[in-house]
């Protein structure tokens, strides 16, 4: 059956072994008018590996997404029928491409996943450690700043964290994650289903045991918090400025905040919320009595 004309297709590719590519990611690449990789080289070459022939490969990354989007986005409207590829797994999850699929849905153009391999998941199927909820955080910010910022955030969201880092990066960057989010269940994921693909299963605490060195690309899987999670004060202050907008009484205002926060028990809410002279409860001098 022929695909139909003026679509963007999200083709995932194999993540490491070329016969994870499914039929249909075959046949698609090779009847589209235009595949856009994300690296020509890399793709071209598991295209050769896998005896796809494609009609044209155009560059699609960081650097030149928002001045070829345009001319995507005009063939796109002329009737083309095209596909983006990542370097490997399923494109946009750590990828470039998120702007051109919104600016299709905006636009009305038809956009079509064409699913198959996905690091993250593949690494958290076969972990052993809790699956759900999870969150992927994608490639790690290089500074430590950053590091340290993103893991704060996530210090106190429920579940696994899920990310790719670079091997000469790894265990400075699993340093300040433990600094941080304390003692938890740890997966190194190595050459994911490739001949040398190997699972390290350890401690987030006992970083500085693992290898010096690795080889290949590196998935990382932190487990869930093994202690009751608190959301930060601060965080807390921001809902209770929020639900003061639309509530009067202390005790509408502590029950509405507590379905959005974890670890803060109703007297700890009434404590903060007369930490905050500058938010009227409108209750006056009986507000504390409801």
């Known amino acids: 059956m022929p695909s139909p004309a003026n679509r963007l297709w999200i083709v995932a590719t194999p993540i490491g072994n070329p016969g ?18 994300e690296d020509t080289r890399r793709t071209a070459r598991l295209l050769r590996q896998c005896s796809i022939t494609v009609r044209r490969l155009l560059s699609f990354h960081d650097h030149n997404e928002e001045e ?8 796109l409207r002329t009737g083309s029928n095209i596909a983006l590829v990542s370097d490997a797994g399923t494109p946009l999850m750590a ?3 998120y702007r051109l699929v919104r600016s299709c849905r905006a636009e009305g153009l038809s956009v079509s996943p064409l699913p198959g391999p996905s690091a993250p ?5 076969a972990a052993g450690i809790a699956p759900l909820p999870y969150t992927f955080l994608g490639f790690l910010p290089r500074d430590n700043a950053g590091r340290d910022a993103l893991f704060q955030i996530f210090a106190s969201v429920p579940g696994t964290l899920v990310f790719f880092e670079r091997k000469d990066r790894l265990k400075e ?6 600094s941080i989010l304390g003692q938890r269940d740890l997966a190194i994921c190595r050459e ?6 190997e699972f390290i299963l350890t401690r987030l605490e006992a970083y500085a045991e693992l290898p010096d060195d690795f080889l290949g690309e590196l998935t990382v899987i932190i487990g869930p918090s093994e202690q009751p999670i608190r959301t930060p004060d601060a965080q807390v202050y921001l809902y209770l400025k929020e639900v003061m907008k639309n509530a009067e009484k202390p005790r509408q205002i502590v029950r509405q905040v507590q379905e959005h926060i974890n670890g803060w028990t109703g007297k700890e809410i009434y404590a903060l919320l007369h930490e905050l002279p500058q938010i009227d409860t409108g209750q006056g001098e009986n507000a504390s009595k409801e």
């Open 68 to 75: 070829r989007q345009e001319h995507v986005l005009k063939m």
């Open 173 to 178: 960057s699993l340093r300040h994650a433990a």
């Open 121 to 125: 998941v593949t690494a958290l199927s």
């Open 95 to 97: 990828d470039p491409g």
């Open 20 to 37: 994870d590519f499914s039929p249909r990611a075959r046949r698609i690449l090779s009847e589209v008018d235009l595949v856009l990789a």
């Open 192 to 197: 994911l289903t490739k001949e040398h693909e």
